[in-house]
């Protein structure tokens, strides 16, 4: 079982609606991050939080400690936003290394 | 953008070549990273460094070796390159010192193995 599993993996929906992307880690963690990977590019990130809540725009990221689930949401999605989106954890122990989600491949239509 | 450059961007080379694939950082940072990036396998830490001369091996390391010799370049060799070994390969950089720092990417190196 991996340590930080995404949910769901792959994901279409029309131009508009409200997406939420889904991450729980079984790990102490420091930290856990957002990124974004759009085809064919790099990869950028979107959040880091530890705790509560962040908000960029139209994306927000919650974060809860306790049940160590961490959710991405999108509001008013755009074709813009299809990307693939990554949950990765910072592990408490050694080097501060990332450990990743696989991914989901989001694709909104206009 | 951290100042973080990947070369090549794209190579393709056939199986038992040596290949190297260096990384650049402009900005002095300690932690430098390299990851393998496959379908239905997402990221993959290969190895890490924590200074010049300071390496350490992550998940995916047999195949590969790394360079340290100045702060800013953190090289990656595939000895003796394998079809596995095709993959998109990505670098960090990680900014500060503590357990609340940012990861940043490089733009990746596609390597085909022929």
């Known amino acids: 079982k991996n340590e930080v599993e995404q949910s769901p993996q792959n994901l279409t929906a029309q131009e508009g609606e409200f997406i939420t992307i889904n991450c729980s880690y079984s790990v102490g963690i420091s930290a856990l991050h957002w990124l974004q990977q759009h085809p064919g590019g790099g990869i950028v990130s979107l959040f880091m939080?530890?705790?509560g809540k962040k908000k960029h725009g139209r994306l927000i990221a919650t974060i809860n400690i306790q049940e160590k689930h961490s959710s991405l949401h999108i509001t008013a999605s755009h074709p813009r936003d299809s990307a693939v989106y990554i949950c990765a954890a910072t592990i408490i122990q050694g080097a501060q290394k990332l450990v990743f989600g696989q991914g989901t491949r989001l694709t909104i239509n206009p | 953008d951290a100042g973080i450059t990947q070369s090549p961007r794209h190579k393709v080379t056939e199986t038992g070549t040596p290949v190297t694939l260096r990384c650049h950082q402009t900005?002095?940072?300690?932690?430098m990273y390299w990851y393998r990036q496959d379908p239905g396998h997402g990221l993959r830490l290969i190895h890490y460094s924590y200074g010049v001369k300071d390496t350490d091996k992550g998940e995916v390391s047999d195949g590969y070796s790394v360079s340290r010799s100045k702060t800013e370049d953190f090289l990656l060799t595939l000895e003796s390159a394998t079809s596995s070994q095709t993959s998109v390969y990505f670098c960090?950089?990680?900014?500060?010192?503590?357990?609340?720092?940012?990861?940043?990417f490089g733009p990746g190196t596609r390597l085909t193995v022929l």
């Open positions: 960090a950089i990680r900014r500060g010192g503590g357990p609340m720092d940012e990861q940043f």
């Open positions: 939080l530890s705790s």
């Open positions: 900005e002095n940072h300690r932690y």
